[in-house]
């Protein structure tokens, strides 16, 4: 007798899973960089466009797919057709990368959240070198929050050949995180369902906290202004488009296996498709909301560079040029400069070199995204602000949740296929398989606890998936429409949903999101062929800064592994399948 599938408690567990899942660092650390880029608030219309011809239409089809299917990604695809098997392998090979190279920015975040208990946040100054008698040189060079990030987190190499030592306290941070989601996933849908709860709302309450509290900050209206004001001419600009479907791709979580998994456990007369809309709207809604709140303490971080800037210009005149105290003020350095120039032009050559050029504009302008944001950035504003501990806790406690919801959908992509499988169940029970999953991902981690981590890091976030999830969710739209039919497809969710399957949804799936996804593919595919050499920002000690540096040819050969070891499941599983089936023919046809 067949073993009856687990299912949700409920199916707001099931919305929180995929809220979870969907909302996750990069509606916080992404997007508004994007906002940044590409037009400020004009970035919302070809945002929100995506979202409607792209982002939903997708999202629907996974879901509808899982929750019919019932079953995981390796298991819905092959049920379509048994040639198809390779798009679901492919789904959980990236997915296991993923999950592999994503716990280590929970690790991270556990670190920094660990460190801000202390008093004064160790990323606020910087240490003393070894004779006590100044502060370290590269610290110097760089700033306090740099230093702390560089030397103290990662223990940077100079380089990507250099590998160096496992650092100890990310690796035993990492060991942690990968113990707090083996608890999460322990018991499957039973106890995912549970925490999807909390790591789904937490965010929420500690953004709502930084949102009343980023306003008050002194500058916080710059940030927003930066953020809302229009910017008509970037709508002309090709890539803004283009980075907005990439946005929303990624943002949803399409072609991970994640959703086909969580929609497998629903009831089949579930409601996907108002759960699809409810998804993608809180999706997208969460990301402007952060972004208001990025703005607002980025904002807060412009206003005190720049004023702090112009106090140190006006203390260097005042001292050079012996001017009274209070005399020089922010509203008339400029005149009185242009006074000084033109009376004393000798000495005020001389002062020139040894000035800064202050600009609130250069300051927001600085466009940062990923952990530069989320590390640096907004630790450079949060060791300003009063009472700096507290907001510190609640940002890294903030982070880690989004990571940890994220990693519960992960991580589901691949033990539910895994789980499915009647060789693998019935040897190994659910907790075991779970068990060795995260041991396995845990080992392999610590490749990015390494002096050279996070270059490699880098590597699999920047090549793990892009081109192999366009081709998986192309072949995934393709299948449906056209392998298992469209017409045929409807006929199915009417009879599970009631919900007939109306004009928007079939044009979306049949013409219109498959056409953007060949245009992204292409573009990211001639992007890597005629950007030339591949390259990587690497941390220069002696310069206290990012420099520019090619990869090596054993860097080159992984990032083509990476790319191969999920692109080439879809044919070569086809293949294999095809072969088998010849064989079987030929040993089933009777002998002459």
Known sequence: MEKARAQWGNSLQFVFACISYAVGLGNVWRFPYLCQMYGGGDFLIPYLIMLVVEGMPLLYMELAVGQRMRQGSIGAWRTISPYLGGVGVASVVVSFFLATYYNIINAWSFWYLFNSFQDPLPWSVCPLNANRTGYEEECERASSTQYFWYRKTLNISPSIRESGAVQWEPALCL???????????????????????????????????????????HGATNGLIYMFTPKVEQLANPKTWINAATQIFFSLGLGFGTLIAFASYNEPSNNCQKHTIIVSLINSATSIFASVVTFSIYGFKATFNYENCLNKVILLLTNSFDLEDGFLTASNLEQVKGYLASTYPSKYSEVLPLMENCSLELELDTAVQGTGLAF?????????????????????????????????????????????????????????????????????????????????????????????????????????????????????????????????????????????????????????????????????????????????????????????????????????????????RRDSAPVA
């Open 376 to 584: 640096i950035v907004y630790t450079e504003a949060i060791k300003n602000m009063e009472v700096s501990q507290l907001w510190s806790v609640l940002y890294f406690f903030m982070l880690l949740m989004l990571g940890m919801g994220s990693m519960l959908g992960n991580t589901a992509a691949v033990l539910t296929p895994l789980t499915d499988s009647e060789v693998i169940s019935s040897h190994l029970p659910k907790e075991a398989i779970s068990g060795v999953m995260c041991l396995v991902n845990c080992a392999i981690g610590l490749l990015f606890t390494m002096e050279a981590g996070s270059y490699w890091f880098d590597i699999f976030n920047d090549y793990t998936a892009t081109l192999s999830l366009l081709l998986i969710v192309l072949v995934e739209t393709v299948a449906v429409c056209y392998v298992y039919g469209l017409r045929r497809f409807g006929a199915d969710l009417e009879a599970m949903t009631g919900c007939a399957l109306n004009w928007y949804w079939k044009a979306m799936w049949a013409c219109v999101s498959p056409l953007l996804i060949v245009s992204l593919f292409l573009f990211y595919l001639s992007d890597y062929i005629l950007s030339g050499a591949l390259q990587y920002q690497a941390w220069d000690a002696t310069q206290g800064r990012l420099v520019t540096k090619d990869y090596p040819t054993h860097a080159l050969a992984v990032i083509g592994l990476l790319v191969a070891s999920s692109t080439m499941c879809i044919p070569l599983v086809a293949l294999g399948t095809y072969v088998l089936r010849r064989l079987k």
């Open 175 to 217: 060991m942690l995180a990968w113990m707090t989601v083996y608890l999460c996933i322990l018991r499957g849908t039973e106890s995912t369902g549970k925490v999807a709860y909390f790591t789904a709302l937490m965010p929420y309450c500690v953004l709502i906290i930084y949102l009343v509290r980023g306003l008050t900050l």
